[in-house]
């Protein structure tokens, strides 16, 4: 979800094709189903809320963060709900949550069951930042950003201090339509990207240019969930199409076991 710095090493050619490795042992650990009941916030021990401009966040979008239960909540059916809308004055507000500081891990398989936005200018994202230092040196892995422009195809990337590995997945339908579960299966040295369980890209530390230094191995990383708008990657979004909104079954995490 942050902006790429110029300079920055992007991976692709070599990293792209899921490669061949034993299969890895996971114990579940950590998971919301979002069972709360209707227009109730979240768990407090699990969740926190990014609040604030687009201003902040980079990449030049439009929204303004908010934790008002009209952009986030349950909504008694099982799901969290983030809502993306264009507010009378024209100005757009969305929802982030991460749980930095509620839980965090080194190692595991991160997933969620996520029925995306429909609609130009949307970004919606399920991803993972390192819980010490400033980025890019903490390490950002995206498990899954989606735009528009594309609504069949999951992207994903891996963002360390001077390179980026991006990949993505087509689907044989629009993201949209239904839930999808989007994982990551992260164990040393390597992360494996995957949608509705099977494997489509890999990278590990192998693969690296000369010089730099893998850092997802150096510390334990909390997740977030977010829908932006506008920006550099999306583009303007399309207010009759708003208000759109992410819906969430479940998260939930598992930890490796070596």
Do not use: C
């Amino acid at each position: 979800m942050f902006k790429l710095q110029q300079g920055v090493l992007v991976l692709a050619l070599i990293l792209t094709a899921p490669s061949a490795a034993p299969a890895a042992t996971f114990k579940p650990v950590w998971r919301d189903d979002f069972n709360g009941t209707a227009m109730s916030r979240l768990d407090p021990t699990k969740w926190t809320y990014d609040l604030g401009s687009g201003k902040v966040w980079g990449n030049n979008e439009s929204q303004t963060y908010t934790d008002k239960v009209t952009t986030i909540r349950q909504d008694g059916r099982g799901n969290l709900v983030i809502t993306a809308r264009r507010q009378p004055d024209g100005s757009y507000t969305s929802g982030r949550i991460k749980s930095m500081g509620r839980f965090s891990l080194k190692f595991g398989k991160f997933e969620a069951r996520i029925k995306i936005p429909r609609g130009p200018g949307l970004l919606p994202a399920f991803w993972l930042m390192g819980d010490r230092g400033q980025w890019p040196a903490n390490g950002e892995i995206d498990v899954m950003e989606n735009t528009a422009a594309a609504p069949r195809t999951v992207y994903s990337n891996l963002h360390g201090p001077n390179f980026a590995s991006p990949g993505e997945k087509t689907a044989t339908s629009d993201l949209s339509d239904d839930f999808h579960i989007y994982a990551i299966e992260w164990t040393p040295g390597r992360v494996s990207w995957l949608l509705d369980g099977a494997v489509y890209k890999t990278v590990t530390k192998t693969a690296i240019p000369l010089g730099e230094r893998w850092i997802f191995d150096d510390q334990p990383s909390y997740m977030l969930l977010n829908v932006a708008v506008g920006g550099d990657w999306p583009g303007p979004p399309e207010d009759s199409v708003l208000p759109q909104d992410m819906l969430v079954d479940w998260v939930s995490v598992s930890s490796y076991v070596p």
